[in-house]
């Protein structure tokens, strides 16, 4: 069956320090994946989308990479600060023809001053 | 450009009530995609409108149904509410072409929808 797996687990580190989240799916064959971020009693809110010809996408402190081969996506934000504190979902869509996104369940980053 | 809104955004309902909860997207888009997000189950696609027809549906029963008008505001409803049915019902917008290829979708701020 098809799985989107995310770390259930809170993931805490230090400000200042690199915070790394991970995304692996089983199954599919996306053809983009996308990260957006969460806080907690509101809507997603959309970071950062990279296609599956891609292996990596930059945004400010954010970066992503896309391995297909192992079926990964790593979620990487550099000089993590504590408003950078949230849930962070991705999002597969491997139909190409019409939108129906797949998310994964998310994992919470905390980062402590 | 104003946001993705959603009306109400608190609502308890008992039991075998119905309930129909209302979204307003972004001016331009097209695509209205509606999601139930609960901690169990995470969030978990309904159903995508485009141009007023449902273009895309997730599994879920049929009493949960949804329409969109011709402004591409969209409305879902529920029937027969159940204590499982308790969850954040977010709409997403996005500027879907005819194809269906829709890379961003702008979230609201959710339904917040318990029933007792």
């Known amino acids: 069956s098809q799985k989107i797996e995310q770390n259930s687990e809170a993931l805490n580190i230090q400000e200042g320090k690199t915070a790394t989240l991970t995304c692996n799916y089983t199954?599919?064959?996306?053809?983009?994946l996308q990260w957006y971020r969460q806080d907690p009693g509101r809507g997603p809110v959309f970071l950062l989308l990279?296609?599956?010809?891609?292996k990596e996408k930059r945004k400010e402190r954010l970066k992503v990479t896309f391995d297909t081969t192992l079926k990964q996506s790593l979620f990487h934000i550099t000089a993590s600060q504590p408003a950078d504190s949230a849930t962070y979902l991705c999002?597969?869509?491997?139909?190409?023809?019409?939108?129906?996104?797949?998310f994964g369940r998310g994992t919470s980053l905390i980062v402590h001053p | 450009k104003a946001g993705v809104t959603q009306t109400p955004r608190y609502l308890i309902k008992t039991r075998g009530q119905q309930v129909t909860l209302s979204c307003s997207p972004i001016?331009?888009?097209?695509?209205v995609s509606w999601y139930q997000q609960t901690p169990g189950q995470g969030l978990q696609f309904l159903f995508e409108?485009?141009?007023?027809?449902?273009?895309n549906k997730g599994n879920f029963p049929g009493r949960f149904s949804g329409r969109q008008f011709s402004n591409s505001r969209s409305e879902m409803n529920v029937s027969t509410l159940e204590l499982g049915d308790s969850a954040l019902y977010l709409c997403a917008s996005s500027f879907a072409s005819q194809t269906g290829v829709s890379e961003t979708q702008y979230f609201g701020p959710g339904t917040r929808l318990l029933v007792l």
């Open positions: 409108y485009f141009s007023e027809t449902q273009r």
């Open positions: 990279i296609r599956e010809n891609e």
């Open positions: 199954n599919y064959s996306p053809a983009y």
């Open positions: 001016s331009g888009h097209r695509s």
């Open positions: 999002a597969l869509d491997e139909s190409g023809g019409s939108y129906i996104p797949t």
